[in-house]
């Protein structure tokens, strides 16, 4: 847990508790303008980063910082409008910090979403994909350090990291939905360069059909503390080399807003399976 503790986590948990809401059942962890969904919720409570203790404050534009407490389809939620990435100088248990706090306010599962490129040729910019497991190509783990026992075990079980259950879930529901969901392997990076033309074929020939900063550390401290996980990324762009143009935040955030009504139709049916 490196620098992070048992205490810290409750005392986080405490002041969210204190502020009144629901207790949650489903934690949302929202990337790259997807944070729209924070408007969805019924009951919403908001409480901005800054406020709460020892949480890390997001520096990057378009990953506002508030959690907020609220229901979603008669679903009692807690959602991270903008998260917490390594490339911003943060250690991966802090970038996971808000997963121990969920958990501790009783969260049961998880939905991560992310922009990500598209690695596999096949992907289009603006396609939806079910993660179906993933590469950790930071070179970090977010539980180096002692084991607190209380928080999980030594050596966590990744073999299943992406619930089966959740992603028949999600599956059935786009299909249902008629919302065409591609699936793959998300690889997470450090950034926050965007990749060269060879990392990219690198990355291919190792399996990895999206590409993104985020989300593996979330994703490890969840199997940690016994959360299912369901991610879905938004293929925002396809990754470096495959058209002949540059890459840039803005492409990410345009394909996000232009897949926004998509991806908000897919999580709201979703949600209340979880
Ligand atoms: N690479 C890494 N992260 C990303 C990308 C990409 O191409 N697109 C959105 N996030």
Redesign the pocket.
């Known amino acids: 847990m490196g620098t992070l503790n048992l205490g810290m986590i409750e005392d986080a948990a405490a002041f969210i508790k204190s502020k009144g809401g629901v207790d949650p059942e489903i934690g949302l962890i929202l990337g790259?303008g997807l944070g729209v969904l924070a408007d969805l919720l019924e009951e919403p409570l908001s409480i901005p980063y800054s406020d709460i203790p020892h949480f890390p404050v997001s520096t990057v534009e378009g990953h506002e910082g508030e959690l907020l407490l609220g229901t979603i389809k008669g679903r009692s939620v807690v959602l991270m409008k903008g998260r917490f990435h390594m490339y911003e100088g943060y250690g991966p248990e802090l970038t996971a910090f808000p997963v121990r706090v969920m958990k501790q306010l009783g969260v049961k599962s998880l939905l991560v979403t992310n922009?990500?490129?598209g690695v596999n040729t096949e992907f289009k910019p603006g396609d939806l994909m079910l993660i179906t497991d993933h590469l950790n190509m930071t070179g970090r783990n977010p539980l180096i350090g002692p084991n607190d026992s209380a928080l999980g075990v030594r050596f966590p079980d990744m073999s299943e990291a992406y619930s089966r259950r959740l992603r028949t879930l999600a599956l059935d529901t786009a299909k249902t939905q008629g919302i065409s969901l591609q699936q793959g392997v998300y690889a997470g990076?450090l950034?926050p360069t965007?990749?060269t033309p060879a990392e990219i074929v690198m990355l291919r020939t190792l399996g990895a059909d999206a590409?993104?900063?985020s989300t593996v550390s979330e994703v490890i401290v969840a199997r940690h503390s016994g959360l299912e996980v369901l991610g879905i990324s938004c293929i925002?762009?396809m990754?470096?080399g495959i058209l002949d143009q540059p890459?840039s935040h803005d492409e990410?955030m345009e394909t996000a807003e232009m897949v926004r009504e998509k991806f908000l139709g897919l999580v709201m049916a979703v949600i209340p399976g979880m």
Do not use: F, H, K
Request: aromatic share 6%.
């Open positions: 790259s922009a990500a490129g990076l950034g965007y990749e590409v993104g900063m925002t762009n990754a470096a890459l990410v």
